[in-house]
């Protein structure tokens, strides 16, 4: 692949569908016997998508993708940059929501399960269309209108990235943690606990 940036941003998208599906998955296994344990990884599962994803992955795109796509894009593809901007404004607010609601699960038991279960899943379902969309009209937009000097600044801003469940790219030791603790104490076949 020519861009780096396209190659990152596609393993960005694939180590968060990937936790997406992870998190769902465990919501339909249940704490069983290891409540703590349990809820200590959805929680670490959630800091990871608000931290990474939306603190580093979102405003690149927000910033430098979408502006640059804008500029020349159909009428189609700025509807479909409009709906992704939409969303990016609301999924901090939705991951904050969710982790409330997942503490209410934990704290206030049971009878707030499906809360959390219907939203984790409206939740999942909304961000795996959403990296769709942007992997089916707005990269392959970009490949089309981008200049070497769109390519550059693009390249430039991805490769700060360090997304630690790529497993590609230098990760900060702090993420590293982080990971870890997920795939240590995520029951299988999520994790290796």
Not at 55 to 77: C, G, I, N, Q
Not at 104 to 119: K, Y
Request: hydrophobic fraction near 40%.
């Amino acid at each position: 692949m020519k861009h780096r940036s396209l190659q990152i941003i596609r393993d960005e998208h694939s180590s968060l569908a990937a936790m997406l599906q992870s998190m769902r998955r465990l919501v339909d296994m249940g704490p069983a016997d290891e409540p703590e344990k349990y809820f200590d990884v959805l929680r670490a599962m959630l800091f990871y998508i608000d931290e990474f994803p939306e603190r580093l992955h979102h405003p690149k795109e927000t910033e430098l993708l979408f502006p640059r796509v804008a500029a020349s894009a159909t009428s189609d593809v700025q509807a479909t940059l409009e709906r992704l901007n939409r969303d990016h404004e609301h999924s901090q607010h939705a991951v904050r929501d969710l982790y409330h609601s997942l503490m209410a699960w934990e704290l206030l038991g049971e009878a707030r399960r499906l809360a959390f279960s219907t939203a984790i899943t409206q939740y999942v379902d909304a961000y795996l269309e959403h990296m769709r969309l942007e992997e089916q009209v707005i990269l392959p937009a970009a490949e089309k209108l981008f200049t070497e000097a769109d390519w550059q600044a693009l390249d430039a801003a991805f490769e700060q990235n360090c997304d630690p469940l790529s497993g590609k790219y230098p990760v900060d030791p702090a993420y590293d943690r982080l990971f870890t603790r997920i795939v240590m104490r995520a029951p299988a076949p999520v994790g290796l606990g």
